[in-house]
């Protein structure tokens, strides 16, 4: 099971990122306690060559962490036709207890490591680099992050096996399931529209006013975040029904399916891509009237406010199409 193409290239990518982030963690220590702009010491100069090394190996890091979540829903979805009971991504996750927690924590390690991005991305076009220190800090912060992410995909892969008898997205995802997903599908659809619309008008206001002012980043982050729960509460509770024109079927990874026209990356990567924007935002503020960043945040924050803007008024666009496109009548 483990040698799966897919599943092989998870897990070199992620032996690749912990063993480069492992390997960084001590000249990042180094950078943190010498480094001095100001100074001319051959200790700079090996500081600032090493800076640049280190920030492009993160930089590939990080990147390929965004591609490895879409590459791991891809991957749980397409094995789904392996294992007894499995139906979508729901039944290969739910193999082993560790199928869940995996994805939730690749989620996490996504969305950090976009707005380590960010924050490296305004350090580089500073002269005088005054984040260094800073997301060399974040980086010893998110190695735990990275190396949990990274343990829970191993213990999830290896544990997967053939004749383990799974459990289809009709028990997970319905109204009567226990815990949040059960709540969620069970919401009323009237409540959840409009708490889906407000949230993602907040959210899509909040970017399009920082556009034109520059202000209220803090609250760019904050409502980006909130659209993003929102919207997945909203998928859960009444977009995937319009989808597969049924009333009960409330899963959120069966809309990835062939079947269904692969309509769930037309929702999942506007969502995702336009929440990082929004807390990208929200991470590079802080340095906002560090004297070089005095033009530099604002001018990326303008950038990444408008991509936030753009993808989450797609994605309303594309749920209120695949709503209004739908057979099914869910309210009078």
Known sequence: ??????????????????????????????????????????????????????STLLTFV????????????FNADKMSSMFVGAMCAVGTLNV??????ALIAQIVVFFMAASWLV??????RACDYPLVR????????????????????????????????????GSLFSEEAPGV????????????????YVSLALATGAGFFYRLRQRGAYFVALFSALAFVVAMAAILSFISLYIYEHPHHHCPFCVLKPEYSYQGYWLYLPLFIGTAAGLGIGAIQPFARIPSLTSIVPAVARKLATLATIMFSLFAAVASFMVWNSNLVLLE
């Open 96 to 101: 082993n207890v560790f199928g869940f927690p």
């Open 134 to 169: 800073a997301k060399y800090m974040l980086l010893l912060a998110l190695l735990p992050f990275l190396l949990v992410a990274a343990v829970l995909q191993l213990r999830y892969f290896l544990g997967l096996k053939a004749d383990v008898i799974t459990s289809c997205c």
């Open 1 to 54: 099971m483990i040698f799966q193409p897919a599943i092989i290239a998870l897990l070199l990518a992620s032996l690749v990122c912990v063993g480069l982030l492992v390997g960084s963690a001590p000249y990042a220590i180094d950078i943190i306690r010498h480094w001095n702009i100001n100074s001319g010491s051959e200790r700079q100069l090996v500081l600032e060559r090493r800076t640049y090394l280190l």
């Open 62 to 73: 990080f990147a390929t962490q965004l591609v490895a979540l879409l590459l791991f829903v």
């Open 119 to 124: 924050i490296n991305h305004v350090d580089t």
């Open 181 to 196: 997903t059960g709540d969620a599908a069970a919401s009323p659809p009237l409540p959840t529209m409009i708490a889906f």
